[in-house]
């Protein structure tokens, strides 16, 4: 059998496995170690197989991961998270769907601190979903702000998604984090509008919430809250000035939410314990994750797939705007059914031959691809986003219901998407400033 014959049966062997709800790391690792057994040999499979974990030990951009991890889960286990979402409710309570608003920018808020969607969604949907419904907020109206806004973890930096990227594409961790800012921010922005204008044209969506604030409660709210805007301030604003590498900049941010827990008396060893074991979780699964899409880099390399791949898009004659468009599509797709950054994983050693051969931007399809990623933690029938706020609300809300809230959203992502698609300097003005690569 011809190796590339052998490699794209692989990849169906790959979407199988998904499909029957086996591991990705799994997946990924078995039929590839397979693939490379079959198209060279055994010798060749394991070696490649035992040099990986020390590949990934050893990898300064990917050491990043861990350090926003355990910066996020830090200031999750201190509280910090808590006194977020109480200032933005003082502050946003005005507005039409105030309480949801505030939830938008608490997940923003926190998203920037702990660069994961799942961990933004499940601490936020905690302390504001039963707020909103204790208020008679719309059920659907409420799970979906927070199943939505967690998405926002993905590119606001610090974001996991963007490092695993950066790492596979060889391209600089630090740009593709400047880069997710804006779209980012746009992002919020565009949630806070939509619930806005919903609310005022429903109000019975979310009725107003009588409580009296006073401006003396509004800069109270803010005294605990501070460090967590200048933590994340100065993560961001260290990469962007060419300062830290990511890896120091994390480094730093998980150093001083430790000491800014400790000020507030809210740090004990046993708090600091539970932050270390959470983040050496999460970093243990992904880079299992990770370590199985590097066996199908170069299962797939070594069948030819990526060489075919270029070709063909070669004799299409495609340009870079039908690439990204057909890309877009295919992640719709897939991420309707699998895991997202399992979804990254599996299909950049396909599509990066074909934008080398365009030599497209690699940094503005960072941004592409994570915020199609992003899409895919809401869409039915498996968005884990949707799956994590219904564990927070139990029974209390149906699962149809928090797709029902979400719909609302995916329409904000439709724009948001052709934003960025057809005017790529969103993504790209930002990273063209930095001082250092």
């Not at 005022?200 to 509004?218: H, Q, S």
């Not at 967590?228 to 480094?251: D, F, N, Q």
């Not at 539970?274 to 390399?301: H, K, N, Q, W, Y």
């Not at 051969?357 to 498996?382: D, R, Y």
Request: proline share 5%; hydrophobic share 60%.
């Amino acid at each position: 059998m011809e190796p590339l014959t052998i490699g794209f049966l692989g990849i169906v062997a790959i979407l199988v496995l998904l499909a029957a709800r086996v591991p990705i790391a799994f997946a990924l690792g078995s039929v590839s170690l397979v693939g490379i057994i079959i198209v060279r040999n055994e010798r060749a499979a394991f070696a490649m197989l035992g040099g990986l974990p020390h590949e990934f030990a050893s990898s300064w951009e990917l050491s990043a991961i861990p350090m926003f991890l355990l910066m996020g889960a830090v200031a999750y286990k201190t509280g910090l998270t808590s006194s977020l979402y109480a200032a933005a409710r003082v502050w946003l309570n005005n507005l039409p769907g105030g309480l949801a608003v505030a939830t938008n920018f608490t997940a923003a808020g926190f998203a920037a601190a702990s660069g994961s969607s799942v961990a933004t969604s499940a601490a936020v949907g905690r302390l504001a979903i039963p707020e909103m419904l204790k208020y008679g907020y719309d059920k659907s109206l409420a799970t979906g702000t927070v199943a939505a806004s967690g998405t926002l973890g993905a590119l606001i930096p610090p974001s996991i998604a963007f490092v695993v990227y950066g790492f596979f594409t060889e391209q600089s961790v630090g740009r593709l984090l400047i880069a997710g800012l804006i779209p980012g921010l746009m992002t919020a922005a565009a949630y806070t509008i939509m619930i806005v204008g919903r609310c005022t044209i429903w109000p019975k969506l979310a009725p107003k919430v009588a409580i009296e604030v006073t401006w003396g409660d509004r800069w109270r709210a803010l005294r605990d809250v501070w460090p967590l805007p200048l933590l994340v301030l100065g993560v961001v604003g260290s990469i962007y000035a060419g300062i830290a590498t990511p890896t120091e900049a994390g480094a730093l941010g998980a150093l001083f939410a430790i000491l800014i827990g400790l000020a507030q008396g809210r740090c004990s060893f046993e708090v600091l314990k539970e932050a270390v074991m959470d983040a050496l979780r999460t970093t243990s699964s992904l880079f299992f994750l990770a370590i199985g899409a590097v066996l199908l880099t170069r299962f797939l390399a070594l069948a030819g797939v990526p060489t075919y791949i270029a070709n063909l898009v070669s004799d299409m004659n495609l340009n870079e705007l039908e690439l990204v468009i057909a890309l877009a599509v295919i992640y719709l797709i897939l991420g309707m059914f699998l895991d997202p950054l399992g979804v990254m994983l599996l299909t950049l050693p396909v599509f990066l031959p074909a934008f080398d051969a365009l030599n497209v931007n690699l940094i503005w399809i960072g941004v592409i691809v994570v915020k199609m990623i992003e899409i895919g933690l809401l869409t039915p029938p498996v968005g884990l986003n949707v799956y994590i706020v219904k564990n927070v609300v139990g029974d209390a809300v149906p699962l149809s219901t928090i797709f029902k809230g979400v719909g609302w959203f995916l329409v904000c992502e439709f724009f948001i998407m052709w934003l960025l698609i057809w005017y790529p300097q969103f993504s790209l003005w930002l990273p063209s400033l930095m001082m250092d690569g």
